[in-house]
């Protein structure tokens, strides 16, 4: 669960 952690973060960090 941690990849989903991170790269949720940084998804929707892009995502503004």
């Known amino acids: 669960m941690a990849i ?3 790269e949720g ?3 929707l ?3 503004g």
Do not use: E
């Open 4 to 6: 989903l952690g991170i």
């Open 9 to 11: 973060k940084v998804f």
């Open 13 to 15: 960090d892009n995502l």
